[in-house]
């Protein structure tokens, strides 16, 4: 997890960062932090259960992953054949939900800087929202139910049969194209979106599908290494960039005209 003290912001040039038709909103490290280890215990208890054996995620890139990707590499890493955990593949997702439903009353999280401000300001100005994440369908809305910022999503795209996050952003674009189509009575094949994330796996999907991106650097990657993977925009946190851009945080409108650079 990164820990930044000076806020920072940049927006690529002519970019108008707010002015998208949709938004694809990963969870984890972008819209809230959990200080529990409810998702995470489900890995190894759903392992266990379904296929009697011990789980270990030592060496996994959990951030930017997706729920099916963290098993693929756990078991790639123990050296564990496709054939032998493959068909137990969705009654170990199966378990995993369970296990966070059951538990779901045991979750600790904190909204990250400037998400409610953010997401009112893109619904004023009329943009779709949307989650795009690599947790399982079900654990994903867990979270967002428990933290209260439900009302604010019309659909999501999550992971239940992608273990890519570019193919999970894919379906999670199809899904807002074909909304977007059906509010504007139109075609939505050109309509721009943009994905927000705090991974530079979220840049990389976000270009592997011809998308935007607003990196934040709120998960364990600083400024600098999502930089890196040059974004459209990247921030601090979603306030810095929302004060940047002189909205204000109480409407979630623009105060005064800014550029951020």
């Not at 054949?81 to 439903?101: F, G, I, Q």
């Not at 994440?133 to 795209?157: D, M, P, Q, S, Y």
Request: negative net charge.
């Amino acid at each position: 997890m990164s820990t930044t003290v000076e806020a920072r912001v940049y927006v690529k040039e002519g970019f108008r960062w707010d002015e998208q038709r949709a938004y694809l909103f990963d969870i984890d490290g972008t819209l809230m932090r959990h200080r529990d280890r409810v998702h995470v215990d489900a890995f190894f208890k759903g392992v266990r259960d379904v296929m009697g054996r011990e789980l270990v995620l030592d060496g996994v890139v959990l951030s930017g992953n997706t729920d099916p990707g963290i098993l693929r590499d756990a078991f790639a890493l123990a050296s564990v054949e496709d054939s032998v955990w493959r068909p137990h593949r969705e009654a170990v997702l199966k378990a995993m939900r369970m296990h966070v439903a059951e538990r779901r009353a045991e979750m600790l999280w904190s909204i990250m800087p400037g998400v409610e401000a953010m997401l009112e300001h893109l619904e004023h100005k009329g943009a779709l929202l949307g989650v795009a994440t690599g947790n399982l369908e079900e654990i994903g809305w867990i979270k967002i139910e428990n933290a209260g910022l439900r009302r604010w999503f019309r659909f999501g795209g999550f992971c239940d049969r992608f273990e890519a996050r570019q193919d999970m952003i894919a379906h999670a674009a199809e899904q807002a194209r074909a909304m977007l189509g059906s509010m504007s009575g139109t075609g939505a094949a050109d309509a721009t979106m943009c994905v927000i994330g705090d991974t530079p796996r979220d840049i990389e999907a976000a270009c592997a599908n011809g998308l935007f991106t607003i990196a934040v650097a709120t998960g364990r990657y600083s400024f600098e290494e999502l930089m890196e993977h040059r974004p459209e925009v990247c921030t601090t946190t979603l306030e810095a960039l929302l004060e940047a851009s002189g909205v204000t945080e109480k409407t979630g409108t623009v105060a005064a005209e800014s550029h951020a650079s």
